[in-house]
């Protein structure tokens, strides 16, 4: 399971990669405004290039910001011409629910690589897991395993039908996609929430959580790590002073 940093904020990004827990990165709209993005578009490809330059190989998705299809196939293609491990991020449908699919059919049978996001359903994930096949295979130089990812939204799901939810719809997913043998479709679970969350969707056989940088560092502690990690240091300065004593 490959965990990605859910943030546009470059010493948080490098943090993480000196754990050795990055493999790559996700943003979005909201997530560049948190993180003090500022410029519109220019200002998010700018901060893509940096992220995509810092983690290179490892993938980077940043997110249209138009709801309008000839403007996020232009935000698409400029966004692949940035650097080749940017995933471009499309949302499902737009705020009125029409389909966004003909356009990821169309971006991936170009050969650009899509993050279908927003999703709350296993429905949802498997057209958006149809479409990509799709383009995938109108595209005779597409490289098997292409890093496409379709993102569903587990904090989402949690909010208004419960966690067990969330769970649910992601192990499907994930059997769904395995039974039929699709290629080159990886899972991310989004918005997570919580260290608890991180527990149980990592066993649903996703194949990426995106996890925000506040809860990576909580998920670091536990009950009682801390106080654990004092009792050995003070008892290990007891045992120095004894042999101290002793000379
Ligand atoms: C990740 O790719 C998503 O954009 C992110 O996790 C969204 O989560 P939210 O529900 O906090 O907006």
């Known amino acids: 399971m490959k ?11 490098k943090k993480y990669l000196s754990w050795g827990i990055c493999d790559g990165v996700t943003t979005n709209p909201t997530i560049c405004l948190k993180c003090g993005v500022t410029g519109g578009i220019e200002g998010i490809k ?5 992220i995509a330059k810092l983690i290179e190989p490892r993938p980077v998705s940043a997110e249209v910001t138009s709801e309008e299809p000839k403007e996020i196939l232009k935000q698409a293609r400029e966004y692949a011409q940035l650097a080749e491990n940017i995933a471009v991020k499309v949302t499902i449908t737009d705020g009125e629910g029409n389909s966004f699919l003909p356009i990821i059919r169309k971006l991936v049978s170009e050969g650009i690589k899509v993050n279908v996001t927003a999703m709350t359903t296993f429905n949802q ?6 479409a990509i096949d799709a383009g995938l295979k109108e595209n005779p130089n597409a490289k098997i ?40 479709i990886e ?12 527990e149980l969707w990592a066993r649903t056989g996703a194949h990426i959580l995106t996890i925000p940088p506040e809860i990576i560092a909580k998920s670091l ?10 009792q050995f240091i003070d008892d290990a300065k007891k045992s120095m002073e004894e042999i101290e004593k002793q000379q």
């Open 46 to 50: 700018k901060r893509t290039i940096e």
């Open 145 to 184: 395993p292409v890093p496409n990812f379709i993102s569903i939204f587990g904090g989402r799901i949690s909010e208004e039908q419960g966690v067990e939810q969330a769970f649910k719809v992601l192990k499907n997913i994930r059997y769904w996609l395995d039974f039929h043998k699709f290629k080159g």
């Open 125 to 130: 994930a498997a057209l958006a897991a149809k």
């Open 187 to 198: 899972v991310i679970v989004g918005s997570i929430r919580t260290p608890e969350n991180v």
């Open 221 to 230: 502690l536990g009950a009682r790590t801390k106080e654990t990690v004092v």
């Open 3 to 13: 965990i990605f940093i859910d943030s546009a904020d470059i010493n948080e990004i």
